[in-house]
């Protein structure tokens, strides 16, 4: 199982030796996701109603929906479980190999040099096609008054809105916030960037350490990288189920009222992610070695786990292995770029949560001249490198960003019930984003 293979650069690296994307796989799970759908449909309030047939006391109705989703979502918490279980590990194991196997600092010099500017450079299209598209659709223009009202007094009463904002603290202090001092409680409180940050600099600290004595700990990395993928090797096997049950729960929940209300701005979140897909894809056909159509076949499962599960952090594992087995990328570009791409490269969130602070700035009548527009977009950076990879937290950080140009944070209360739906579809975005960079840092880093 252990194969050894040779790097591009010739050095001998252990392949984790584990398919853990099944040939028709993809089908599986589309299945999955189609049919998961559709039986949430089926049994919603917002559906079909199909419990109405046969049950008519609402209470009991509501019970009972509430123990089939439960018992639908098992195999999708059981995948998650397993994915979660195991990720920090791989993270930290896949930086450090990532890292050590590239065999020289010059190499990680280039790559570093070039994938700041170029997640930095990213980020900043995203945002700008987000602004692009909420200042040309205006989903905020004359916004019901009443219903904002109502929105924002219901937050208020039940302190619904969670906010988090950022300490106030200096740029300097802030950039020392960012050595892990305590590595053991970075694992606990699984603080990504501070993982991803002590992996890169023990990795640098092994390279430059001669190889006889670094072989223990890049053997034991090795051991865990394998164990770890094993695992997820078993998670995939669920897959499928698990999206039945993760989506059927999900559309059992929804509510469409939610979708309507703020309709307009939904679909203005999905034109402008539409259109950051078309952007990589650009990039893709531009600046890598795969066509489109290769790219999409590559990449599907990566996608539909994303949308399903709402976690670049959980997908990331599948990240890595279709980058490696699908498109074939060099373990040394992806198991550096990809784990730092799921910290810090969210595309996808940094233009959701521009059209959105947009779209609750024009609903409250809040002008944003364009310096605050420009500030608007140097925050949402930072707050999308800053933003953990798991569901939902876009939407909480977004309260930062309000406070800054102006917007009662309580007005996310108007847009709390699409969340989820958007949450979806934007980490689609933020992983296909980090597939892209390692595609095309793949074909710039010889
Ligand atoms: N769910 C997103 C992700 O994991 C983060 C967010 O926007 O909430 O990439």
């Known amino acids: 199982m252990n194969a050894q293979k040779r790097s591009a650069r010739g050095e001998i690296v252990h392949d984790t030796g584990e398919q853990i994307i099944q040939t028709g796989l993809w089908y599986k799970i589309l299945i999955g996701m189609a049919l998961g759908i559709s039986f949430g449909l089926l049994l919603s309030p917002y559906g079909a109603d199909g419990l109405s047939y046969v049950i008519n006391d609402a209470d009991a109705k509501a019970k009972i929906l509430s123990t089939i989703s439960e018992w639908i979502e098992l195999l999708g918490v059981i995948f998650l479980g397993l994915i979660k279980m195991v990720v920090i590990p791989l993270v930290t194991c896949s930086i450090i190999l990532g890292i050590a196997d590239s065999g020289n600092m010059a190499f990680v010099k280039k790559l570093g040099l070039r994938i700041v500017p170029y997640f930095i450079l990213t980020t900043a299209i995203s945002i700008s096609i987000g602004l692009c598209a909420v200042n040309l659709i205006k989903p905020g223009m004359n916004f019901d008054q009443d219903r904002l009202n109502m929105a924002v007094e219901s937050a208020r009463a039940e302190n619904a809105i969670k906010t988090q904002t950022f300490d106030d603290l200096t740029i300097p202090q802030r950039i020392a916030n960012m050595i892990p001092t305590n590595p053991a409680k970075a694992n606990v409180d699984r603080n990504m960037l501070h993982i991803v940050i002590a992996a890169i600099i023990v990795g640098l600290a092994l ?121 074939g990328l060099r373990h040394e570009i992806t198991r550096f770029i990809i784990p730092l791409g799921t910290t810090v490269n969210m595309d996808g969130t940094a233009l959701y949560q521009a059209v959105a602070a947009v779209f609750l700035a024009q609903a409250f009548g809040v002008d944003l001249t364009l310096s605050e527009t420009i500030l608007l977009l140097i925050t949402t950076i930072g707050a999308s490198i800053g933003t953990p990879a798991t569901p939902g937290v876009g939407i909480v950080v977004l309260a930062t960003i309000l406070a800054g140009i102006g917007v009662p944070a309580e007005g996310i209360a108007l847009i709390i019930g699409v969340d989820r739906i958007l949450d979806m579809c934007r980490t689609t975005i933020n992983v296909t984003g980090d597939i892209t960079a390692a595609s095309i840092m793949n074909k710039w880093i010889k």
């Open 207 to 327: 390279l430059q350490i001669p190889t006889e004595t670094t072989l223990p700990i890049t053997n034991l990395c090795r051991s865990i990288q394998m164990v770890t993928m094993h695992i997820i090797g078993w998670a995939m096997q669920i897959a499928p189920y698990a999206v039945f049950g993760l989506l059927g729960k999900i559309t059992i929940g929804l509510g469409l009222e939610a979708l309507t209300s703020v309709g307009l701005y939904t679909l203005t979140v999905f034109a402008a992610l539409c259109a950051m897909m078309v952007v990589y894809l650009i990039l893709i056909k531009c600046f890598s070695d795969f066509s489109i159509r290769e790219f999409l076949r590559g990449i599907r499962e990566v996608q539909i786990i994303a949308f399903s599960t709402s976690s670049s952090a959980a997908t990331m594992p599948v990240t890595i292995q279709a980058a490696e087995e699908k498109l």
